[in-house]
Structure formats: C-alpha cells, structure tokens
C-alpha cells in the first residue's frame, strides 16, 4: 500500500466517517464478520485492541456509520456491517489494508483530518484588522 491508495474520495471519507482510532477498529470490527448481527450492548467489546470505548461512544460511531450507509438495522434494532454502495465497500477495503498495512500512518491521517476541521471552524472566528 502506497500514499496514492489514500485518494481523496478516501481522505472524505476517513474525514466523514472515521473521527478516532476507535470508531476505525470499530468498522474494522464489523467488516471483519459481514454475516453477524450485533446486538448495541455488543459494540464496546468489539474492538480489537486499547482500553474500549463507552456505550455512548458507540451509540455516537454507530449513528456515524449508519447515516453514511454503512450499516443495515434490523427490525431487533440489532445491526449488521451492509455497505449501501460499491464506493463504500471499497473504501472499507482500503481502511482494513491501511490498518493492517500502515497503521501508524492512518493514525496519523485520521487525527490530521480531524484537525484540519477543527482548525477551519476555529478560524471562522478569528477577526481580521482592516
């Protein structure tokens, strides 16, 4: 795996759906076993490795993961890793590669990304001298 792998449509989409390490291992988690339904009080132990995350973390990656069509909800409000598009999938793909490939470097990236729009609604306030 290269730098080029990281497109820009997969840096949106890091940006958009990834906001920690742990909401990664958490998709990474789901990819890994498509055919699983999970049960939400599930998700927290899924991770693969650190120290976890809360409920409410969960709750939070989850909604993320779902509004962007990621995840299919069942009728038991149990949820299953469903990719709502090619694209998508592709860039799930990519995620578990560069997680298992390059993982310092995707670290790296998914925090760089967030930075960089915490520092673009920062700088909406900034004042400016005429």
């Known amino acids: 795996m290269q730098d080029a ?3 820009d449509e997969f840096c949106q989409f890091v940006q958009s759906t990834i906001p920690t390490v742990e909401a990664a291992e958490l998709l990474l988690a789901f990819a ?3 055919d699983v339904w999970w049960d939400r009080a599930q998700l927290p132990a899924k991770l693969r490795s650190g120290p976890g995350i809360t409920d409410a973390e969960a709750a939070r990656y989850l909604d ?3 509004a962007r069509g990621l995840l299919a909800v069942g009728a038991d409000n149990r949820v299953q890793y469903r990719p709502a ?3 998508l999938a592709s860039h799930a793909e990519t ?3 560069a997680y298992d490939e390059r993982p310092v470097t995707l670290i ?3 925090y760089a990304l967030r930075d ?4 673009s609604f920062a700088d909406a306030f900034k004042l400016t001298r005429k």
């Not at 960089?116 to 520092?119: P, Q």
């Open 5 to 7: 792998d990281f497109s």
């Open 32 to 34: 890994a076993e498509p």
């Open 64 to 66: 993320i993961f779902q």
């Open 85 to 87: 598009s090619v694209d």
């Open 95 to 97: 995620l578990t590669q």
């Open 108 to 110: 790296r990236m998914i």
């Open 116 to 119: 960089a729009k915490i520092r």
